[in-house]
């Protein structure tokens, strides 16, 4: 936040002003305690639903990092004056059955009375002190691996819209959206990977971005590999983008280039603003294929959608091809 100090204290081991996904602290025994929190409103209808992916959704700052997450806490706004109780019941039930999933202790939490909902986690995790993925860690000739399709973020704001059939929409989304990023984060633990993040807000191509910055690098991101919902293909060529999705591409804009000739409609994608989406992890080459079959053993994506290169001065520091 602009205004307050940096932190000093030599226990923190993550990099400030990068946007990491999650904080590590060296504990006294000499592992790293990784700690995260984020909530939201629903996005889409069904209270289990929403309270899955709200919980994998902050489960998988850890997993970003290469940890295995430890505890999780509740983070609660609910008008419970005026709305039934269960509501909360089936949020609160989603939620937990993603944090048992994890492995994690479900340790209680907080809650508010609000006007409008939200629900979310507070988790701590353990990684090796010396031994995380971070956004700083992008080395030349790293091939990028991408685990989740894109485009959940016009699936929800069609939701929201209450635009096609709801029903398949919101089940789709859950299907990814509802998913841990568990796989992602062994593949970063036994392959001892440096680099990795998680797709949210920012967008594939944000995220990416402040990667490139943060490691003094470019990356170059194959539009053809990448692989995107067919519904939020169609969807967004009927302008179904979310706001962020447009205030994403026009940040990051002065950064980015972007090849002639590629559709417009999936460059757009690439800048959608997901909830709880895949992990970028940042492979060396000579690991690719066992990270790939990994990650498919496991049910999960593994599409190469990029590499990393070294930056020219001349150039822009992500490049769409």
């Known amino acids: 936040m602009q205004g307050l100090p940096p932190t000093a204290d030599p226990r923190l081991l993550t990099a400030q002003g990068v946007n990491e996904d999650a904080a590590v ?6 592992r790293g305690l990784v700690q995260t929190v984020d909530f939201f409103t629903p996005i889409v209808n069904d209270p289990y639903k929403f309270g899955r992916i709200a919980a994998a959704n902050a489960l998988s700052d850890v997993y970003a990092m290469g940890g295995t997450p430890l505890a999780a806490m509740n983070i609660v706004c609910f008008p419970a ?11 609160l039930r989603g939620g937990l059955d993603a944090v048992l999933e994890a492995g994690a202790v479900p340790a209680g939490g907080h809650s508010v009375e609000d006007k409008e909902i939200k629900y979310g ?32 973020g016009v699936l929800a ?57 943060g490691s003094k690098v470019a990356v170059e991101l194959r539009l053809a590999a990448m692989p995107f919902l067919p519904q939020a293909v169609e969807l967004a060529g009927m302008g179904m983008l979310p706001a962020g999705s447009f205030a994403n591409r026009n940040y990051c804009a002065g950064a980015v280039s972007v090849a002639e000739g590629l ?3 999936k460059v757009d994608l690439v800048f959608d603003a997901q909830t709880s989406g895949g992990l970028v992890l940042a492979v060396p080459e000579a690991k690719v294929e066992l990270a790939r079959r990994m990650l498919e053993d496991a049910g999960d994506l593994a599409a190469v959608i990029g590499a ?7 150039k822009t520091t992500l490049r769409i091809i």
């Open 25 to 30: 602290v060296r504990l006294p025994d000499g």
């Open 81 to 91: 004056k005026t709305m039934d109780t269960a509501i909360l019941g089936r949020i």
């Open 121 to 152: 986690l507070a988790v701590s995790g353990l990684v090796e002190a010396d031994g995380f993925a971070s956004n700083t860690g992008l080395c030349p000739g790293d091939v990028l691996i991408l685990t989740k399709p894109l485009g959940t």
């Open 157 to 213: 704001t069609a939701i929201k819209g209450d635009f096609g059939d709801i029903a398949a929409l919101e089940d789709l989304l859950f299907t990814w959206a509802g998913r841990l990023n568990a796989a992602g984060g062994r593949v970063i633990r036994e392959l001892g990977l440096r680099a990795a993040t998680d797709v949210t807000g920012f967008g594939l191509g944000g995220h990416v971005l402040e990667m490139a910055a």
């Open 263 to 265: 559709d417009p409609v």
């Open 308 to 314: 990393v290169v070294e930056k020219a001065e001349e």
